[in-house]
């Protein structure tokens, strides 16, 4: 309800004032205990729920898993572990399980994705993390053209996918170790480049943070950064960036 | 000169393999001894130069304005100085400057913007920063709504800009200090945020490094974040989303 | 015995000189041999001790829980395992153990609680640690209201909760990740603050760093900020504070 | 206006429905183009406005000074300068500045103070900061204690305080170097302490990091940590404890 | 042999310039392949080999304590396991094993340790360092007080102990969490502390950094500081000073 | 294909455009889908490509030494475990594998090496990185000396093998703990020195940081750095500098 | 007043219970208001007070030299400026400044020093904290030998000073840069060696703080570390062990 | 004199046993008080002493130009400042300065360089960086190529270069902001590469450590890494190789 009409609604008397306070305060999420489902988040954003596995119950992973598939036929889940599908999958026989980029989803039926966004990672070592941004753009809508193992220590594999790259509305760049992809690839193309620096690497690379570190400091323009392995963050601005080219 | 087009000439006889050759690793850029020129940058990126003015010789500054003026009728500078200002402003009559955010620009026909990009920040504070980020969307092209002093301490002040926001093609979320401003944003809105740390603030703020972890830590969705005080970056990214948006 | 006391009964006679100084010296703890019980810890500080659970051995633990709840009745400890609750459970019937907060008390004869602590936590992930300190003051005596699971990516959840937040004589804002919810708290209400980062997130939160860092450099007044995951330490001085309320 | 009597006004005709929403949405501060005054902020938080002196411009500040005098027949800002102090106090000639802390304030009919704060500082090189935080807890009402020079290093000087220190409803512990000093009081005491690090000290303290990490980690309870230097800070939510122990 | 030995011996034909040059590039340790016993050691050090058992294989270990009791009569190993205890005892009947401390020796013939050193440590945990300390320098022949568990929070435990702490030639202070008391104890006595920061606690501790840190930082004269958890090399050092003072 | 030759052919009528296009983008590479075989690699900079067996699944660990053993008659792997050791072993019975460099390779016809590399360590626990970036450098042809357990701390076991150092093209310094070795080799030799630091340590090594950063800082010249236990890395850039000196 | 002699003055009634009180705490300081002077300074630690003239104001320096040299005929301050040391010469005409170690003092009396302290110092830039530890000692009571310039990229010069340094009953090694010296005078000498990290160096020597860590993780036994540039720590810690080692 | 040719000489008779003892110990540096010349630094290392001219007092500076003119006909000093110059100029006329790499030589006769070096930066703000390597590198007798202004984020630029890189002995890749630049040419290339971080650039780059940790987290093989800013460091390394290849 949006504040106009229940204004409105209390303007004509269909609405007592107590009434409009509480719906004032509590619209937007359902309170169960422990947690508060934010209900108005898919009307706000344009985008539904997804469940972050990693960390939750066993029990009460099924149970959201089975609530979302009954609201909206279907469900997406992040860093599930292969334990947690076969729990879902027991319940939910659709339920489908990728053990790279760890993503565990009920989606049966699919549409072709809109638009086009270009997930390209450095090595074979970043691609669990450029799976889930490709796996997370493809569950809201988009295309996606993956370009995969071209990093910048053989810049010629880079190079020869230049018009694929700059055909996409947005571009994910995955890279551990130095990061340097994204400054490349901003340096390349028209459209935005988000950047995605990985845990892989070793020594002074910092869990990360040293690819963080280069992709905040690019010299080229159109880059924004987020977190390290947050491929899921990625693929959910791709999105964004996408629809608003496509619409 | 494409290379489809270049190798038909040099099969039809109009190109030698030597003209081919230089042609191929000279497209794109004029060498100017200590400099190389990437000319072929604004085509690729659909952007134009922009100069950096901070740490430039007098002497080099103003030809670099001079020439990019006779080349484009318009140029954009960030980071200058009022001294530097004089210096321009004494050989380009139409030269403006503004103390605030910093930008020396020479911009005599302004054409509307197009689109809508929110620029949104914490304190008074942040507004150097934010109005460098709103000063290049404008000369990028875009249409700014531009909503400071906004910061979470004082959350009424924010949520009644939430159609203002929500409006926009992509907000930019300008915050120094403990840089929460991105989260509550990320929060209301449909379309992406570009999150710009500032080293605004004390003590423990790390000249920024405090709000650039909170930005990429945020826990909203749709966030993506740019350097320390990088408003060029922002207005430069946001601009490229805007486009998509309104083409 | 305070030292006006026994400077009387030294010059009445009634103490020799020797046994005035070990007196001074000694008083306020009995030494054990490998520790030194601070005996006068709760006259001094108006609370009684609490057991660190983590890292003791079997033996020592229970021990400690027998003679605690010898003396007092009741007992009380933090970051205890499921394993240590066998063991205490074994020798004190009355045993109880929340393998959320991971308490482990004995407290059989509960009172209700006095004034008002508000614990806010922003995820559900932040829960252990909000329980904790909810348990923390709750043993101390003071009455909780628990209000979890209302983040700023969605701030119509905290803000439906204005009211129950102001209402407290303190609040404890248990926030992870980027850690804006103090900041938001802090701007909503005219007591006291406590914050408490968490460790929960991944990349670059730096276990919990990053979201300390949110919280010392807050734009809003009132708020203090105890160690990371640190719930008992903000139960306690959030006790102190609304002792001093209801006093 | 509060809401519940906003929406009476609605219902009985007295208000129209764009009224009401302007209403709603604009309650609670004044836009002033560049800044949006939080001028529900006192009503909110029961403490008035204060002015960070820092890095305003001379016009702004003497306009900010002069605005709320007029409104409030005194006002109080921190991190001045003395030219500041000269600019306002040919405006306003009842204007008072104390170099050490920094503070200029108009406060003319001064009252005398509530409750007690103990206001206790490591070294002489600390009062600034220890100034800072007492005389903002004085501006905002209470009665302050000061203990200076009172370091860890010649603990006697300490320890002959207190029963002056106990005395207190709060204990504000300003120290930088190692900072050590928080938590030697934390064992004295049974009020809440709000620990301060300073940046006094010079290579490994690391600008006040190391003595904001001592006091974050103390081993004793009841203490929690504000932003290196942020005297103010400390003596705001010090008033806010005094003022739940002395209303 | 020492060089002016080798000269003259040089001189009156007794030795070879060929076994010259072997002798004094040689002098001072053996080869073995993998690795360099650095047999001069004790003689330009004054103080046996010790094994740092940690990591090392299980044969090696057993080979080093048999080879070392043969020549010396005793043998002394840090940070062993229990496994490597059971090792060495299957071959060296009189081996001892710690498991607080963590050290394995082989001793049979104590003899009275000469001097003082007090270890003084601030809560129970920090014992394991501690007793490294502490039996390090028993070992290599000084006498030592102990003195735990006398952490700052609880100040008059510490300074009830004052008259032993101030007796010793040298104090070492053990301390993990906010490692507050190097400081206080610098201010109590003439002679040298030697500080030792422990990586107990949680959170901000950063694994022992942030005592580092504050031990480095020490507003008292009179500290230095060694490696976190590095009790061995506290020993060592507080007996060189013990020493000097009992020669 | 050379990029004259192909335009030569494209002249002369013998290659199409297209496949001209489609030559020039797909020289230097193998795509296979999820991997881009950097095929022009070993042209390119005179080393064949090696395996990094880290986290690398079985059956494609497999797949990978078989394939470079078809084609090279050689493969050499770095980082192994004693199972992938088992599993290449049961394919290529001419395996081997060294448990403490972790390398595991098939290199049946050895030739002798060339040139002079010497590979100088700290400390025994220092060998596994040495020994990996020894046999690498092996691998790539070169001679190499071996020169561990020199520390600094025993520094005449160093100075006595001044000779052996000052003869190699190139010296690989290993350490960890503080890493001085490079400062005092670098002062020796009038060769560059690769400086490796490693992980070795405990405290305040920050897994190796901090003896990156001493390398880093040396005040002697002639030393270069890498990553953080990279062995392979130091010897890669020791054989290019081995090979310049004797080809 | 020992408290064993206050006890017996109030039993024997020469002293009042209040008296009593007084004393017991007010002894070993004087309250000057803003200061609380440390008169039991001296008698607790056996040094006399030092001022550190960092920051002070003219007025208050130059009235803390005149009432010491009143006092105790000698005066030693450090960090002292030309500025400072001119108004302290204008009162105290046997005042001395030395611009290197920037040591401003007052001591017409020398006496010849006891025992023997090497201060050791890798580079001419190191000198001035090298200085102001030697000089610290010196006027402590100590004698010194100096030995600079002998860092470890050219180990010939530290070498052939091993005997001098050797006789030293404690070894001040001072270095910036990398800081490697100190683990090789450890490696040499049989007693005691304080490091001192400089900041002098530049790039990723983080002002000092890169040597500190070096000499922390030191391989070498017997180095313990104090902060930053700390030459007056250094030298008043080496004071108490050559202090013991000649009494 | 070599330690054999002194043995020789003890023996029969030409040199006493304190002569030698001398010899052995003096060898190789000048002992002026405050420094020790290192004057056997040239023949151990091959390369002439270098100024740093940065600090240096200017009486001493003139005289280390006069003295090391006089001994070899030439000097060379880095980090200069116009004012030092000067004072240089005045006394020796031929001296020259270039205020980009502020490098102040005397060099009259300069020789061809042999070999070849190609230095390689990525902005023009590196410039001073990288002129500062290769004017090392040339006095050192090398010749260099520069390559400037071929940053990533235009990669054709530097990909137009890739035959005059390839053709050097050595590439020193100076980059600050994100540094990608050395990943990128260490892809392309047979020989060495010596990475410079600079500082150039802002916010999170940290002053260059984020630079630096690009590069030793590259993911190309062939690079190692001096310390930020560099130049002269990266200039004698990179002598050195080029020296090996040309001998």
Redesign the interface.
Known sequence: ME??EL??K??DGSLS?DD??EN??????TDMG???L?T??EQ????PEVIFCS?KTDEYLVSIYRKMVENDGRAFGTRATAHQFGLVKAEISSAEYDPVSRILKVDPVRQEGAGCIAVVS????D?PVAEEAAQTAEYFGARVERI??????????L??QTDRIRSA??VIAVAG????LA??I???????V??V?T?V??????????????????????????????GY??G??AT??NR??T?
């Not at 901003?186 to 935005?192: D, I, M, R």
């Open positions: 504040l106009r204004l409105e209390l303007k004032i409009a306070i004032i305060n509590a619209a937007g999420y422990f947690a508060k934010d108005s988040r706000r954003s344009g985008f960390g450095a090595g074979t070592a691609i995969y193992d071209v990093g910048v220590s053989g810049i010629h594999r190079l020869s509305n947005c170790m130095e990061g340097a400054s490349v901003g340096g390349l193309v028209k459209n935005p988000i950047a620096p845990s690497g070793y020594g002074a690379n910092l869990q990360g943070l040293s690819a963080l570190l280069t992709m905040i400091n690019s010299c080229a323009n159109g880059i924004a950064v987020v977190n390290i392995d947050n963050g990625a959910y601005i964004q960036i608003l080219a619409r």
